[in-house]
């Protein structure tokens, strides 16, 4: 008895290395890859596409504002360490989530931000959510508009891309979908009044009509949590940053829409 | 002091009809909302809005709870002398906003 059940074990950790070792046992990846705009009315396109009447420019406004604001013990503006954004922050937003060496774990822009009011700013935390925070986010991420998604999974993140990649392949809820049931299997089907997508993040933070408010992916994400009607994560939780990071290795090549704006 | 931005053509010819665009970050609430607790939300919207051009009104709106949030208003006006375009705005806890932009008439 004792003697089978080694047997398992072994059998399952050979498994395991062979996961880790090879890239090609990678989940398939929907084909063709596309946008998450693509899945939109050609109204919300259109205000997208619209620099002026997206209403993600208000928050840009306020991001680029504080951008440059000096703030906290230090009285030190993001400026001041990095620099002029459209340089220092090109192609950040396309990179995360990433490992951060100094925090030694896997953080999303907005976890980085955070840390770096909280630290280099000595100004305390952003509120999460709030207009500061996803204003700053969203304009990091504009300076990667057109850029291509291109996540590390090499390395120490490699622990939070497996978490992530359980995550979606894992069912919740009371109607006991995982992510991939629909944004695998049945993207580009109707779900109601909406096309389901493939679930790539290129479009966030974005502007989303039904909050009639902008938001973060981890926002979107909760509200996919409560479509399933299962127990939503706090904010900040690292299993939300996993799956993040596993939904943008799975957008990788993909060109960056953030600012977006969602039905 | 309200968020907003407004967008006029760099130039315009005389005479000719221009677009203005004004977008107002504001959340609109209906009131006819409630919280989660149940308690209502309430009421909080941009009731009035008007445009000057050249120090004469040449628009003026008045919003309802039908207006989603942030709302966007874009109208046109003809281009008679160089001179600022400028917006105000106010809701009904008699918060202000303003924003302006310079037409160039060639």
């Known amino acids: 008895m004792t003697h089978d059940v080694m047997r398992h074990v072994a059998a399952a950790a050979c498994c395991c290395a062979a996961a880790l070792a090879c890239a090609s046992d990678l989940p398939a990846r929907p084909q063709p890859p596309r946008n998450g705009s693509e899945f939109q009315s050609a109204e919300v396109r259109a205000l997208q596409a619209d620099d002026f009447a997206n209403p993600m420019s208000l928050w840009i406004s306020r991001g680029e504002a504080l951008w440059k604001e000096p703030r906290g013990a230090a009285g030190k503006s993001c400026e001041s360490c990095h620099g002029e954004a459209a340089n220092a922050m090109k192609g950040v937003t396309a990179r995360y989530p990433r490992w951060d060496p100094a925090l030694k774990r896997v953080v999303n822009v907005e976890e980085r931000i955070q840390a770096c009011s909280e630290g280099a700013q000595g100004a305390g935390r952003f509120g999460d959510p709030s207009d500061e925070l996803v204003g700053l986010s969203a304009y990091i991420a504009l300076q990667s508009r057109g850029l291509p998604m291109s996540v590390s999974i090499d390395g120490p993140a490699r622990g939070a891309f497996e978490r992530g990649r359980s995550l979606y392949f894992t069912r919740i809820g009371q109607m006991n979908l995982a992510c991939t049931h629909c944004h695998d299997a049945n993207w580009g089907r109707r779900l109601y009044a909406e096309t389901v997508s493939q679930g790539h993040p290129t479009g966030w933070p974005a502007y989303r009509n039904e909050w009639q408010h902008p938001g973060t992916l981890e926002r979107r994400l909760r509200a996919c949590f409560f479509g399933v009607r299962a127990e939503l994560p706090a904010y900040g939780d690292p299993d939300m940053i996993a799956l993040e990071l596993y939904l943008a290795w799975r957008a990788q090549g993909l060109s960056m829409e953030a600012p977006g704006v969602r039905r | ?106």
Not at chain 2, 2 to 27: C, N, Y
Not at chain 2, 43 to 66: H, M, P, Q, S, W
Request: net charge neutral; aromatic share 8%.
């Open chain 2, 1 to 106: 002091m309200m968020l907003g931005r407004v967008q006029v053509p760099q130039s315009v010819k005389r005479g000719e009809a221009f677009e203005v665009r004004v977008i107002v970050q504001h959340p609109m609430e209906t009131g006819f909302r409630r919280d989660l607790q149940g308690q209502a939300i309430p009421v909080n919207i941009v009731d009035k809005l008007a445009c000057t051009y050249g120090g004469r009104e040449v628009f003026r709106a008045e919003l309802g709870t039908g207006i989603a949030a942030n709302p966007y208003i874009a109208f046109y006006v003809v281009a008679r002398e160089s001179g600022p375009i400028e917006i105000a705005w106010s809701d009904d806890r008699g918060q202000e906003g303003r924003a302006s932009a310079l037409v160039d008439v060639a």
